[in-house]
């Protein structure tokens, strides 16, 4: 029976520890034109290929994984792997098909163009 113990015991001591990495939501600036939304999103040190962009049906969501490569134990940390996420909900009238991302200083810039029945236009009055 005692060998059962010793089983027990060193089975809970080879669990790998592992912690989660936690979600935030990455801190955004958000412009309107006639032409465009434009979205800044503060995702410092995420890698390019690790950022998803999605928009569908009326809602954008944004991802990012920002992965730290650590030598030695930690004594303290505060700057650790994360996960950045947000969503938000756009008009239908962005064009899908033409929207463009690109990432510069761990900033995400977001171009969505409105599509050309959502810019204003003026309407010119005929006299009668």
Known sequence: ??????????????VEKSRP?????????????????LLHADMPGVEKDKITVNVDNGT???????ELETKGAASWEEFGDVEYRRTFS????IDVEKVNAELK?????LHLPKSEAAKPRQIEIKAG
Not at 60 to 66: A, M, N, P, S, Y
Request: proline residues 6%; negative net charge.
């Open 1 to 14: 029976m005692s060998d059962k113990k010793e089983l027990v015991k060193t089975e809970k001591e080879m």
């Open 21 to 37: 990495i936690p979600t935030v939501a990455p801190v955004v600036d958000i412009y309107e034109n006639d032409d465009e939304i």
């Open 60 to 66: 954008l969501t944004i991802t990012g994984v920002r």
């Open 90 to 93: 756009v008009p239908q009238t």
């Open 105 to 109: 200083d761990g900033v995400l810039r």
